[in-house]
């Protein structure tokens, strides 16, 4: 078995060894450009904004509009509304990540979707952080109404 030796940063350093990097660097790049080691793939980028964005919508449905429907009575009715708004929610956000999984390595590596990809993003975090809000204003519309 072999050793395990332990150095600090300033025995490394006067060894010769380069500095260690820590989880965010200043070279990461911007979007658009490809980080130094790592492949641009829009693909990827997309199906995390996608994933992101659920949990965004999921979390202000729990917190905004669960608010809204919450009365005096123990009912389900509100875990029940959750499920179909998040349930219902999924298919418009797979629309979004369908879209970018078609595309070929060389496509899904282009700069040039720089602009296509941001229109889609910023279309799914307003969806993500709009609808919520939206839906607890026409629910606390009802609400009122009857």
């Known amino acids: ?19 260690m ?7 990461l790049g911007h979007e658009g450009t490809a980080m130094q080691g790592h492949a ?12 992101y964005s659920l949990l ?6 729990i917190f905004v509009t669960l608010r809204t429907l919450e009365g005096s009575s123990g009912s389900m009715l509100p875990m029940m509304a959750l499920v179909v708004l998040v349930a219902g929610v999924i298919p418009m956000f797979r629309h979004f990540e369908r879209r970018w999984e078609a595309l070929s390595d060389s496509d899904a590596a282009d700069p040039a979707r720089r602009s296509d990809f941001r229109r889609d993003q910023m279309a799914t975090w ?14 606390r519309l009802l609400v009122t109404l009857f």
């Open 1 to 19: 078995m072999g050793e395990c030796v332990f150095y600090s940063v300033a025995e490394s350093l006067k060894a010769g060894a380069p500095p």
């Open 21 to 27: 990097r820590k989880g965010i660097s200043a070279d």
């Open 40 to 51: 641009l793939d829009w693909r990827k980028r997309m199906s995390d904004t996608v994933a």
């Open 56 to 61: 965004v919508y999921t979390s202000l449905q």
């Open 126 to 139: 307003a969806v993500a952080i709009g609808l919520p809000f939206l839906l607890a204003a026409v629910f």
